[in-house]
């Protein structure tokens, strides 16, 4: 059996670990032409290019800030708030033709904030603080400022000049069209993304290998300890019917394999049983019918060889007592009674021989329709003294049976409970009949002395008999009869306590 439960190992070895190999090569022939979809040197110049025209425009967004703040450091209403040091009343008028939402803060020369003016943005405009505004002091020249780390806002700064000196300055602020903004930010993390790739990319076949690894070892570990319990469920049972059939193999026809499973091998296993116990049932009949034609041959080979002397020698013992003339009275009485015991001893020997011959020569069962309490009924006239209790069902079917051989069935099984019972000295005999369908069953009861344990299994052997008297042929001529008739006979028994006999025959 471990060579089933090796090869059924090597097999599932085998189913789990060869597909890994292929599976490797092409997962990773799919992998690395994955990377070299991705990192395609045209790939990486595309990215570039955007980048590129992505800063370009944003170049474009600035110089175009630059000149609307140049544009609005000129403006009148502006020079003139940071003069007087007064708010803007309304939108300026430079800011007319401005389309995107804005603002505009003015300062004065000492860095005040003395005027705004804004629109609404999508975003907050960046906070101005004043060691921001220090440096723009003594800034000449307008220029883009980096004020707040929002793209989607540009400010510049730009001095405002009255009559040449410079009394203040503004930081105009421009909000930039939203889906440059996003195009931009795009751009700028796949272009990160790929750079960051493209060095890591010897490190993701690395992971990529260990990744396979870590995942498909655990797989297979599993697949092996599922494929050992598989092949030892497996082979277990068939190792028990190996060993079944290696018992029965040795001659031990009461082995029985344990198998309890409902599958296939479980349906195997009691089909095994259910084989063995007709085969031992068959045994047993073959050996049963064999021990049967020996003690029939021998009791016809005995009946013939006492038989044949019987008659010479009760003639010639009767004609000794009648050509005696009787001349001595004390003799004559001694040969009467000589003779008289010769010829009954010789009359029992003809008794045991019409037994060896029944025995020997048992008809066939002449089948007519019998009616079984009534049969009883018959019978137990017979016995009318006798201490007979009668308890017969009224359902009980008519059968076909032969009357007479049952009749001799019932009177012997009547006779040896009757015998127990005289020899206890009390008790009973009970017979009773029921209809168990298919068959109708007949009890036999004493309440006499039993049979011990292990008698009870000769007890239907032929010239087996716990009587002093007999040949011990009564009980084995009974099941033989309720045999041939197709039906069983049993007997349950307790020293001291009786025995009762059950017998069956099937209901046509």
């Given at each position: 059996?471990?060579?089933?439960?090796?090869?059924?190992?090597?097999?599932?070895?085998a189913?789990?670990?060869?597909?890994?190999?292929?599976?490797?090569?092409?997962?990773?022939?799919?992998?690395?032409?994955?990377?070299?979809?991705?990192?395609?040197?045209?790939?990486?110049?595309?990215?570039?290019?955007?980048?590129?025209?992505?800063?370009?425009?944003?170049?474009?967004?600035?110089?175009?800030?630059?000149?609307?703040?140049?544009?609005?450091?000129?403006?009148?209403?502006?020079?003139?708030?940071?003069?007087?040091?007064?708010?803007?009343?309304?939108?300026?008028?430079?800011?007319?033709?401005?389309?995107?939402?804005?603002?505009?803060?003015?300062?004065?020369?000492?860095?005040?904030?003395?005027?705004?003016?804004?629109?609404?943005?999508?975003?907050?405009?960046?906070?101005?603080?004043?060691?921001?505004?220090?440096?723009?002091?003594?800034e000449?020249?307008?220029?883009?400022?980096?004020?707040?780390?929002?793209?989607?806002?540009?400010?510049?700064?730009?001095?405002?000049?009255?009559?040449?000196?410079?009394?203040?300055?503004?930081?105009?602020?421009?909000?930039?069209?939203?889906?440059?903004?996003?195009?931009?930010?795009?751009?700028?993390?796949?272009?990160?993304?790929f750079?960051?790739?493209?060095i890591?990319?010897?490190d993701?076949?690395?992971?990529?290998?260990?990744?396979?690894?870590?995942?498909?070892?655990?797989?297979?570990?599993?697949?092996?300890?599922?494929?050992?319990?598989?092949?030892?469920?497996?082979s277990?049972?068939?190792?028990?019917?190996?060993?079944?059939?290696?018992?029965?193999?040795?001659?031990?026809?009461?082995?029985?394999?344990?198998?309890?499973?409902?599958?296939?091998?479980?349906?195997?296993?009691?089909?095994?049983?259910?084989?063995?116990?007709?085969?031992?049932?068959?045994?047993?009949?073959?050996?049963?019918?064999?021990?049967?034609?020996?003690?029939?041959?021998?009791?016809?080979?005995?009946?013939?060889?006492?038989?044949?002397?019987l008659?010479?020698?009760?003639?010639?013992?009767?004609?000794?007592?009648?050509?005696?003339?009787?001349?001595?009275?004390?003799?004559?009485?001694?040969?009467?009674?000589?003779?008289?015991?010769?010829?009954?001893?010789?009359?029992?020997?003809?008794?045991?021989?019409?037994?060896?011959?029944?025995?020997?020569?048992?008809?066939?069962?002449?089948?007519?329709?019998?009616?079984?309490?009534?049969?009883?009924?018959?019978?137990?006239?017979?016995?009318?003294?006798?201490?007979?209790?009668?308890?017969?069902?009224?359902?009980?079917?008519?059968?076909?049976?032969?009357?007479?051989?049952?009749?001799?069935?019932?009177?012997?099984?009547?006779?040896?409970?009757?015998?127990?019972?005289?020899?206890?000295?009390?008790g009973?005999?009970?017979?009773?009949?029921?209809?168990?369908?298919?068959?109708?069953?007949?009890?036999?009861?004493?309440?006499?002395?039993?049979?011990?344990?292990?008698?009870?299994?000769?007890?239907?052997?032929?010239?087996?008999?716990?009587?002093?008297?007999?040949?011990?042929?009564?009980?084995?001529?009974?099941?033989?009869?309720?045999?041939?008739?197709?039906?069983?006979?049993?007997?349950?028994?307790?020293?001291?306590?009786?025995?009762?006999f059950?017998?069956t025959?099937?209901?046509?």
């Amino acid at each position: 059996m471990k060579r089933i439960r090796t090869k059924l190992l090597v097999s599932i070895l085998a189913i789990t670990l060869l597909p890994v190999f292929p599976l490797y090569f092409v997962v990773k022939s799919f992998f690395e032409k994955s990377l070299e979809v991705g990192f395609n040197p045209k790939v990486e110049s595309a990215l570039d290019n955007a980048r590129h025209i992505s800063q370009v425009l944003f170049a474009k967004f600035k110089k175009e800030t630059l000149k609307e703040v140049q544009a609005i450091a000129t403006s009148e209403e502006i020079i003139a708030a940071a003069l007087h040091r007064r708010d803007l009343p309304a939108k300026p008028e430079v800011l007319a033709t401005f389309t995107r939402p804005s603002r505009i803060l003015i300062y004065d020369r000492q860095a005040k904030l003395v005027g705004t003016y804004q629109t609404p943005a999508r975003v907050p405009y960046p906070p101005v603080y004043q060691p921001q505004l220090q440096p723009m002091l003594h800034e000449q020249h307008a220029k883009i400022l980096d004020v707040g780390s929002s793209p989607d806002l540009i400010s510049a700064f730009a001095p405002l000049r009255y009559r040449g000196q410079k009394v203040g300055f503004i930081i105009y602020s421009k909000e930039v069209e939203a889906p440059f903004v996003k195009a931009t930010r795009e751009i700028v993390e796949v272009n990160q993304m790929f750079k960051t790739l493209a060095i890591v990319r010897e490190d993701l076949q690395r992971g990529f290998i260990l990744a396979f690894f870590v995942v498909y070892v655990p797989i297979a570990i599993i697949s092996l300890a599922v494929g050992y319990l598989f092949s030892k469920k497996i082979s277990a049972p068939i190792r028990e019917l190996a060993r079944g059939t290696e018992q029965i193999a040795a001659g031990n026809w009461n082995y029985r394999v344990k198998l309890t499973s409902q599958d296939e091998i479980g349906r195997l296993g009691r089909s095994f049983n259910v084989m063995i116990e007709k085969i031992k049932q068959q045994q047993d009949q073959v050996v049963a019918l064999e021990k049967m034609a020996v003690w029939r041959e021998m009791a016809r080979i005995m009946a013939h060889e006492i038989k044949n002397p019987l008659t010479p020698i009760q003639l010639t013992v009767q004609q000794l007592k009648d050509k005696y003339p009787g001349d001595d009275p004390a003799y004559a009485k001694l040969l009467n009674e000589c003779t008289g015991i010769i010829i009954d001893e010789i009359k029992n020997l003809q008794k045991l021989v019409r037994e060896f011959s029944d025995f020997a020569r048992m008809p066939k069962p002449q089948i007519s329709e019998c009616n079984l309490n009534e049969l009883i009924r018959e019978i137990t006239k017979l016995y009318a003294k006798a201490p007979i209790r009668l308890d017969l069902a009224d359902d009980l079917p008519v059968l076909h049976l032969d009357a007479e051989q049952i009749k001799r069935v019932v009177m012997n099984l009547i006779e040896n409970g009757l015998q127990s019972v005289q020899e206890k000295g009390s008790g009973e005999l009970l017979i009773r009949s029921t209809f168990e369908k298919p068959y109708a069953a007949i009890y036999v009861k004493d309440s006499g002395t039993g049979i011990a344990r292990e008698l009870q299994a000769k007890i239907f052997e032929p010239y087996f008999s716990t009587k002093k008297s007999g040949m011990g042929l009564g009980l084995a001529i009974v099941k033989r009869i309720v045999e041939e008739h197709g039906g069983t006979i049993g007997l349950v028994s307790e020293e001291g306590k009786g025995a009762e006999f059950k017998l069956t025959f099937p209901v046509v």
